[in-house]
């Protein structure tokens, strides 16, 4: 049982955010999923009744793994209130981490919607300051500012703000592909406001990125997820 919910835990943290773990995807398959295929195929009723149990005692990522393991096992579309409880249980783990709505796949924020969304927020941020509460330094005209640092990675994408001659452009400073690593520009957002384009920014990350400017951080609705 200890095993099973220490290979939960495992997939889930890989799951999340596989790009930022160490562990190679033929590995995960062959130790954490590949094992369980055939057993989760035989009877998926009895797999996710007994997976389900088996996590009964654990939070977090075991959860999060067990619920994400039944739709890498038997697809998103299954349906059991056992596999029900594990997503119950898995979304409040991250709503508890303060994680945004948009970090949610398609079939967390389908069931949410199904059993929450038409009457329960998913996180309430805190409302738009004001230009007196969160001021803004003027950029010059042709000025380039970064903004944002989105990801720790030395390769990240970044956030520039540009100032033309009408207004202001959010810029997205990024590697070409995963196999071309040099870097192209492309414009993202613009706004006659700067303090309009500060919130949309802000509102489109919906909590801070690795690093950024200290005048944008306030205009982050949300505070950063609380996961590790």
């Known amino acids: 049982m200890d095993e099973l919910i220490a290979k939960m835990e495992r ?3 890989y799951t999340f955010k596989p790009l930022g773990q160490q562990d190679d995807p033929n590995e995960i398959w062959r130790d954490l999923i590949g094992p369980l295929f055939p057993i ?3 009877d998926p009723d009895a797999f996710v009744t007994r997976l389900t149990r088996a996590v009964s005692s654990a939070e977090g990522w075991a959860v999060y793994g067990a619920t994400h393991a039944v739709i890498e096992l038997l697809g998103g579309d299954f349906r059991h209130p056992a596999a029900d409880e594990l997503m119950h ?7 508890s981490r303060g994680v945004p709505e948009l970090h949610l796949n398609g079939y967390e924020r389908e069931f949410w919607a199904r059993h929450h969304g038409r009457t329960e927020p998913w996180l309430v941020g805190r409302p738009r300051p004001t ?13 380039h ?15 520039v703000l540009c100032r033309g ?9 990024a590697k070409y592909s995963d196999d071309d690593p040099s870097r192209a520009c492309r414009d993202w957002k613009t706004a006659r406001r700067l303090d309009d384009l500060y919130w949309d920014i802000g509102t489109a990350f919906q909590i801070p990125t690795f690093w950024c400017d200290t005048e944008l951080a306030p205009y982050f609705p949300l505070p950063p997820s609380r996961l590790y």
Do not use: C, K, M, W
């Not at 249980?89 to 709503?95: G, T």
């Open 11 to 13: 997939f889930g943290r």
């Open 40 to 42: 989760a195929q035989a």
């Open 89 to 95: 249980r898995s979304l409040q783990f991250l709503r």
């Open 131 to 143: 230009l007196q509460q969160a001021p803004i330094t003027e950029p010059r005209v042709g000025e």
């Open 145 to 159: 500012r970064l903004l944002a640092h989105i990801v720790p990675e030395p390769d990240s994408n970044l956030v």
């Open 165 to 173: 001659g009408d207004g202001y452009l959010a810029v997205i400073d």
